[in-house]
């Protein structure tokens, strides 16, 4: 494990809740504390910009109440999710909060920008940045990132198209930090298997996006429910840049979800469907391939119980393979 410890230490069960644009919210990122995995949010869910210093705060003062009168339990730091894109005019504002708030961890996206690795640094905090492949891997590495986050095949969102077996593997060739690894994770065998690949951490989004405490429009969560990996369409039509989407909304959009064309990657528009009555997120779902293992929509708490029961569950059974 290349986690520093005071993360590790802090665990029930080694995930990190995924940032999901609209659907976290402190509700959410708080229950996942609670139980024991790191929680995140994007920094632009908080709307307008002065709401990110309330959340932050909300999410500490609860966390800090609950450890108090829970001494024994493990309780996760959160995360803040700052996408470094030009159209983001709120990035630098974003991370002077994160500083005043010494946010534990931040997740950066689509690009590793040097002044915020160093602005965490600065008070002790760690970058984990995400990735679709090997060149943008050693870019953050460069830049001076504490952990790669390997969005693979299958996630959810702005995915890439390499195998976590192809990709994981030649990372962990040469990158020394923490490594965190994303694609159709769903259930505590998967998460086993992360690990079993050499990751620290399991990555996981959808999954939680069919929870009780999930900002999300009930239908969104019952389709997760109805639906499996065969729905799952990878379309750059929606904001520019390539990534998974369940089928039956883009349908329900009025397109041919066989005959997409294809977006202008220069014309990124992160949110909108371009000229599109229906927005990417809010009309057109997001999900990873790993929904056909998601049957209902419990708490966080009742989920993440059930996952650390199939996580020692399989566990076990690599052990007694191992040894047979």
Known sequence: MTLP??????LALPVLGSPLFIVSGPE??????KAGIIGSFP????RPAA????????????????KAENPGAKVA???????CHASNDRLMQDMETCVKHKV??????????????????SYGGVVFHDVINVRHARKAAENGVDGLILVCAGAGGHAGTLSPFALLREVKQWFKGSVLLSGAISDGWSIASALALGADLAYIGTRFIATAEANADPAYKQALIDHAAGDIVY???????HGNYLGPSIAAAGLDVDNLPTADKSKMNFGSGGNMKSKAWRDIWGSGQGLGQIVDAPPVAVLVERLKAEFADARSDFLKRACA
């Open 104 to 121: 534990p961890i931040i997740i950066t996206s689509l690009r590793p920008p040097t002044e915020i690795v160093e602005a965490a640094h």
């Open 43 to 46: 920094a632009l869910n908080a």
């Open 51 to 66: 709401r990110l210093d309330e959340w932050l705060t909300r999410i500490e003062d609860e966390l800090a109440a609950y």
């Open 28 to 33: 959410l990122v708080i229950a996942q504390c």
């Open 77 to 83: 730091p959160y995360a803040v999710n700052q996408i």
């Open 5 to 10: 410890a005071w993360i590790d230490d802090s």
């Open 235 to 241: 379309s750059n039509l929606f904001t520019g840049v």
